[in-house]
């Protein structure tokens, strides 16, 4: 795992007292041996091998996060010298993400000035209302931070700095009124909110009424509750990772989940640090022995203890290994898990509360009633179109107000209010690539408008409605998803019209190309009718194609896409010969795009959305016609987890519901060995006989069909 974010401490000292804080308040207390501000001859050795490292690894961008202490104590203007250092040493290199995570007392529009040129994102530390911030946010000389605190977050949201906010940081203390606390922070409009376990460990364990084991799980939940009948309008970093989790996404916060540290922390003295939690557990844990004077970040991702936290599961006590929840939770922050006894090898001092947590969230998310989608390959690809849109809308949500997305959201809405817009909008965002960019668009931010600014310029061309959008276009291939390939002369800035279904693409220089007056420049996607009279695109120009866990093959040369579209009819007439029945199936794979693969690919599905298929360009239709099965009961089962809910997230029945499902196919598959269909039916009914163990209620009524099927399938296997 690359090291991707550098946690870099610019001063040691704070200017508020916080009895919670891990630094001052903790085991380690390496700060008072440590320059109070980090000289300039180490910020730049600093910066130096850091660009040298996200060279060496060919990163697109990294993260430096200047902290402390309180990093505003360096003053305005050693703040800048920090910044230009990072910033003129990494961004030849890479994208630099430039931030600061700071109480938020000092700042004032000279700092604020510096991260305006340098476009740093700030977040600050505030426990939520007065009450709640003043139990332990405190100065030294005990007077309340607060109201130095709200002045700068009113600062911060001022017009002219209101792009550089990034959120707000609360240490949870359950002696706090938990809805009180939520609201207090929502009124200060963060782009984000951070809820974070005071750091213990099993030696020094956190705060807890005698009568509530799960204390910090309910004061979690409540909030939940709350933020989730407000129409969760603020992004909560824990909530939101948890649900991402449970849907089998990935984990948003170091604190939970199995994903790998690539965090680095460098101190003032410029020593290698491992992650600042660990100051927690005892004196010198973080501590590596190493420096940026005598070591590369290349030597510090390879020391033993930043190793540790790269292992996922294998990485976790046994007792979380053997959790249902382990892969939301992840064991909590490694920090929390240390004992004097058997160092970090336990479960989180939080155990109880995280696990209390992981399944009231889980539970609170699942739709328990009868999904018709389960019956009907109709009502599935209905609800897939259902999810495009709930995906575009969230899409335009998250990006409000960045150049060309509320341009590009008016266009989706008139559009689709156009006569016969629905159908051609619903069309397109059908395309199986087009999932790809939306989920694309949602992961990243700020992400390019382009592909879906191409989309709805498809949508236009079908409906031969009017439209008008200019977008960045990074690229001299422009594609159109469902039409095809506009070679434009240059990249840049395009303004790009249709009216009545005719295509005008014209470029900074102003340069004019279109379909018609560029046809060496124009490449339309190819389409193959079948027997059967369906229609299929072969998709070799897409540039989100890529998103098969094979590489995908470059676009075919017109002889070489003849000859593909030529077998892989081919392939379709022979399946249609073996098995007549077969699309009547409820796992019949109904393909609209097909991709080619690179050489011995085989026959693949990725990460997109339902209806597309990767063959490799060398592909044998008897070896297509034996996948088909196997690849249309997994395509199904992805589509249906998309959109309907089988079991309650994160339990053992959606795993064994898979892999029953699984080894079904596996026995379509080896229908000509015995010996191998034999032993993929005996696993599948391993599964399918601990899934009839489980508590009924880790299915809901749509799984409990599905497994329903599944066991009628598994006696006819066995009839």
Known sequence: MTLQQLVLKIHSRCDLACDHC????????????????????????????????????ELPSVSVI?????????????????????TRTITPVTTLDLRIHTNGVQLNTAHLNVFKE?????????????VANDRHRLDRRRRSSYDRVLRAITLLRSPEYRHLYSGLLCTVDVANDPLAVHDALVSLQPPRIDYLLPHSTWDSPPPRPADSP??????????????????RTVPVRTFDSVLSTLRGGSSLTEAMGLAPSDLAVVETDGSFEQADSLKTAYDGAPATGYDVFRHSFEE??????????????????????????????????????YSGERAFDNPSVFCADLKAFVAGVAERITERALSPAVKSQDELWWAQGELNRLLLA?????????????????????????????????????????????????????????????AAVGVAVHARADLKLTWDQTAPELYLPTLGTLTLPEPGRIEVAVTAGRLRVRTATGDECSPEDSPGGWRRLAALSLPDGTRLRLDDADPLRDCYPVPVAPPLAPDDRARFAERLRSAYELAAEREPGRPADANALHVTTVTPLVAGAGVRLGAHGLGALGLAVDFEPEEFVRELPRVGRLARLTALRETVDLNVP????????????????????????????????ERAGRALER?????????????????????????AHRG
């Open 118 to 130: 340098f476009g740093v994102k700030v977040s600050i530390s505030l426990d939520g209302d007065r």
């Open 66 to 86: 200047l902290h402390g202490g309180e990093p505003l104590l360096v003053g305005p203007a050693r703040m800048r010298i920090i910044c230009a250092e990072l």
């Open 394 to 454: 969230a899409v335009a949500a998250r990006h409000t107000a960045e150049p060309d997305w509320d341009e590009l959201w008016r266009a989706f809405l008139d559009l689709d209010g156009a006569a016969d817009g629905m159908t051609h909008v619903d069309e397109v965002l059908a395309h199986p690539y087009v999932r790809t960019a939306l989920r694309h668009s949602l992961d990243h931010q700020p992400a390019t408008v382009a592909p879906l600014a191409a």
């Open 650 to 681: 994160g339990n053992r029945a959606g795993r064994l519901l898979d892999e029953a499902s699984r080894e079904l196919g596996n026995a379509a598959y080896w229908t000509g060995d015995e010996d191998a269909r034999a032993a993929a039916l």
């Open 22 to 57: 891990y630094v001052y308040e903790h085991a380690d207390q390496s700060w008072r041996g440590r320059p109070p501000a980090i000289p300039e001859e180490t910020v730049g050795k600093v910066a130096r091998r850091f660009a040298a490292y996200a060279e060496a690894h």
């Open 300 to 337: 510090f991702a390879r020391h033993p203890g930043v190793r540790a936290r790269q292992l996922g599961l294998e990485g976790v006590s046994e007792t979380c290994r053997r959790c249902p929840v382990v892969e939301s939770c992840g064991g909590g922050l490694y920090a929390h898990r």
């Open 691 to 715: 899934l009839a163990a489980r508590p009924e209620d880790e299915l809901t009524e749509t799984g409990a069909v599905l497994a329903e099927e599944l066991r009628a399938e598994w006696a």
């Open 214 to 231: 799960t204390a910090y799980a309910d004061w979690l939940l409540e909030i939940f509750d709350h933020w989730d009948r407000q129409g």
